[in-house]
């Protein structure tokens, strides 16, 4: 005889499910406040260092604001004849990818009440600095391949945790900006 124990289990990820699942009610209810811009102000540095300052951003309906303002540095390393005073653009790439996809899986672990005790994630992506520096025009800029390796202790059952890792795929805007198209438009004011 099998006893199933169907009571919801409860998970303390650091996530407050209630505020995020009331926001998402009230964008549900006025699909205007789902509208986002968020905004990065970039300034050369000097060589090829750019410094750049994230603070606001229009959402929910107004002009909104981070608590402090963040100031990312790029660069790239000596072995350019740059100062490395900075991570490269296609690292933060990375950066993006791997904060993304993990904080969004945090919160799909909270609602599904499953307790994360870990979750460590190994981004990789291969570049061929070819096409960057114009040896070969055949050479694409970017990214040949990204590859996301998890390492996550959870209270949770293999396929529960495969299933994190599929929805936290599924929810994540960095993941889908650089899985599909995404419109990038420049100009010179």
Request: glycine share 8%; with cysteine.
């Amino acid at each position: 005889m099998t006893i199933t124990d169907n009571t919801p289990r409860a998970a303390d990820n650091g996530v407050d499910v209630e505020h995020l699942f009331g926001a998402k009610q009230h964008m549900t209810d006025a699909p205007e406040l789902a509208q986002f811009q968020f905004r990065a102000e970039a300034e050369w540095a000097g060589g090829v260092h750019t410094r750049t300052t994230l603070e606001k951003f229009d959402g929910a309906g107004g002009e909104q604001s981070h608590h402090t303002e963040f100031v990312l540095d790029t660069d790239h390393p000596e072995l350019f004849a740059a100062t490395d005073r900075g991570i490269t653009g296609p690292e933060m790439m990375l950066v993006a990818l791997a904060g993304c996809l993990t904080g969004t899986m945090a919160s799909v672990a909270q609602n599904r009440g499953i307790q994360l005790h870990s979750v460590r994630a190994s981004v990789e992506g291969d570049l061929d600095l070819s096409g960057i520096l114009g040896i070969d025009p055949e050479v694409r800029n970017g990214y040949r391949a990204i590859r996301v390796s998890y390492d996550i202790d959870a209270e949770a059952t293999p396929a529960e945790v495969e299933a994190l890792v599929a929805q936290a795929q599924k929810r994540s805007s960095v993941y889908d900006n650089l899985t599909n198209p995404t419109a990038v438009v420049v100009s010179v004011r």
